[in-house]
T-cell receptor
Framework: AQSVTQLGSHVSVSEGALVLLRCNYS??????LFWYVQYPNQGLQLLLK??????LVKGINGFEAEFKKSETSFHLTKPSAHMSDAAEYFC??????????FGTGTRLKVLA | NAGVTQTPKFRVLKTGQSMTLLCAQD?????MYWYRQDPGMGLRLIHY???????AKGEVPDGYNVSRLKKQNFLLGLESAAPSQTSVYFC????????????FGDGTRLSIL
């Protein structure tokens, strides 16, 4: 069965610093992986997705993630944090055809 | 372009009351989902539907019922609300092809007193 683990429920970075949010997955088949962002009082918005092909995936707002099969990881990065990046981030994997398994989320705080 | 719309946005109920949450999508998506979001637990799937007239149980279905009489609407019902159902409820939809992302509504914040 597929599963997702997000390491660190809270991450703080200084404005302008590197953002690294960790996601590890478990899957018996080639996974489809997603990162979503949730701003306060809003629903989840898709940041980026990995299906097949290039392992480095670029998303919106300057975020990117790299699929590493050997490490079963799909970490989210951004070279330089902005105050507007403060939000909660969720990693997800598709289980079967239409069920999504979400991680428990990482709340990113950006310090001025 | 509305996407996924949830009604109502906020609601306070007393224990034992019933209510229905409405989700409407205008993207002609086949799949629709109901999740609940609780602190530290991520999103947990309550029920889902893979097409008009079909529904299935998710991870935490107890105390909830759903219906999908029209392709664009997915209703979530609480028959007899309990304080443990205090949560934020999200509806999502997606195309039926594999690897398609889900599109989310803005949520319904429900408090059961």
């Amino acid at each position: 069965a597929q599963s997702v683990t997000q390491l660190g429920s809270h991450v703080s970075v200084s404005e302008g610093a590197l953002v690294l949010l960790r996601c590890n997955y478990s899957s018996s088949v080639p996974p489809y992986l997603f990162w979503y962002v949730q701003y306060p009082n809003q629903g989840l918005q898709l940041l980026l997705k990995y299906t097949t092909g290039a392992t480095l995936v670029k998303g919106i707002n300057g975020f990117e993630a790299e699929f590493k099969k050997s490490e079963t990881s799909f970490h989210l990065t951004k070279p330089s944090a902005h105050m507007s990046d403060a939000a909660e981030y969720f990693c997800a994997v598709i289980s079967g055809t239409y069920k999504y398994i979400f991680g428990t989320g990482t709340r990113l705080k950006v310090l001025a | 372009n509305a996407g996924v719309t949830q009604t109502p946005k906020f609601r306070v109920l007393k224990t034992g009351q019933s209510m229905t949450l409405l989700c409407a999508q205008d993207m002609n998506h086949e799949y629709m989902y109901w999740y609940r979001q609780d602190p530290g637990m991520g999103l947990r799937l309550i029920h889902y539907s893979v097409g008009e007239g079909t529904t299935a149980k998710g991870e935490v279905p107890d105390g909830y019922n759903v219906s999908r009489l029209k392709k664009q609407n997915f209703l979530l019902g609480l028959e007899s609300a309990a304080p443990s159902q205090t949560s934020v409820y999200f509806c999502a939809s997606s195309l039926s092809r594999k690897n398609q992302p889900q599109h989310f509504g803005d949520g319904t914040r429900l408090s059961i007193l």
